[in-house]
């Protein structure tokens, strides 16, 4: 018995040490993620010439862009979908209006 308090003693030094790299560990990756944050919006402001409110206006706006499909994208959207209805892969397909 006096073996397994020995052990058991010596375990939870062990647990002890780990806790406390593993908290050691989670500082720095927390520095080192702080510090690629901060690098990030650097660059962002270099690329852009702005910064701050500014920047993220504009970011904003290209975001705003990108999801807002134009009206001649849409009306090339629906033509494409017509011709893949008559692609070789529909060509099994019954159709009712031929």
Same mark, same amino acid.
């Given at each position: 018995?006096?073996?397994?308090? $020995? #052990? ?7 647990? /002890?040490?780990? =806790? *406390? !790299?593993?908290?050691? !560990? ?13 690098? &990030?919006? &650097? ?6 010439? !702005? ?9 904003? #706006?290209?975001?705003? $862009? *990108?999801?807002?499909? *134009? *009206?001649? $994208? ?5 033509? =494409?979908? !017509?011709? =893949? /209805? $008559?692609?070789? /892969?529909?060509? =099994? ?6």
């Amino acid at each position: 018995m006096a073996l397994n308090l $020995d #052990r058991i003693a010596e375990n939870e030094a062990k647990i /002890a040490k780990l =806790d *406390k !790299s593993i908290q050691r !560990s989670m500082a720095k990756k927390k520095k080192l993620m702080e510090e690629n944050a901060r690098l &990030t919006y &650097t660059s962002l402001c270099e690329q852009y010439n !702005s910064s701050g409110l500014e920047l993220l206006e504009i970011l904003k #706006r290209e975001q705003e $862009d *990108k999801i807002v499909p *134009k *009206k001649s $994208d849409a009306v090339v959207g629906s033509a =494409d979908k !017509s011709e =893949d /209805a $008559d692609s070789e /892969a529909n060509k =099994d397909q019954f159709s009712f209006y031929n």
